[in-house]
Nanobody
Framework: QVQLVESGGGFVQAGGSLRLSCAAS????????MRWYRQAPESQRELVAS???????IYADSVKGRFTISRDNAKNRVYLQMNSLKPEDTAVYYC?????WGQGTLVTVSS
């Protein structure tokens, strides 16, 4: 059974940094695109960043230059380094591969 488990969320002041991690189990995803999404209260889930098997990355305009997605295929993990955090980055962050979702990790940024 494929599972994704996110970690690394927490409370941080504006301008701070967090690093999210997503551990995948139940299969190898080295050939699949992996994605981070987020969902703020009373908002739709939105794509934050993606990384394909070749390491090509795509970012939402709102996080370009601040967030960095990376992957470690040997460990079946994907990461999201978040710098210069803003209050509007507050959301539950989800890891995704194919049709599988993690449970999410909450990021709260105070002003």
């Amino acid at each position: 059974q494929v599972q994704l488990v996110e970690s690394g969320g927490g409370f941080v002041q504006a301008g701070g940094s967090l690093r999210l991690s997503c551990a995948a189990s139940g299969g190898s995803f080295s050939t699949n695109t992996m994605r981070w999404y987020r969902q703020a209260p009373e908002s739709q889930r939105e794509l934050v960043a993606s990384i394909n098997s070749r390491g090509t990355t795509i970012y939402a305009d709102s996080v370009k230059g601040r967030f960095t997605i990376s992957r470690d295929n040997a460990k079946n993990r994907v990461y999201l380094q978040m710098n210069s955090l803003k209050p509007e980055d507050t959301a539950v962050y989800y890891c995704n591969v194919l049709a599988v979702w993690g449970q999410g990790t909450l990021v709260t940024v105070s002003s």
